[in-house]
């Protein structure tokens, strides 16, 4: 259940641009490699990408079951 409160917040969530430094190290380093070079790090971008989305899920359902723990103590 918690994972699908998580999933329909999610476009809800507000999300911030990449920094101008990320670009400005990120783009250059990207022209600068061969077709090969690119298509793994692409591949290195999304494994990163994927790892940090599902540490937020799992941070999302512990401060979930923590404030709900809260709110039983409060209650008791």
Known sequence: MIDEIYNSRIGAIKTC???????????PFEESLTEEQTILYHKLCDLQSETAAAEMRAAYKVGFKDGAVMMQE???
């Open 17 to 27: 641009h990449c920094s101008d430094e990320w670009e400005q190290t990120a783009i």
């Open 74 to 76: 409060i209650q008791s």
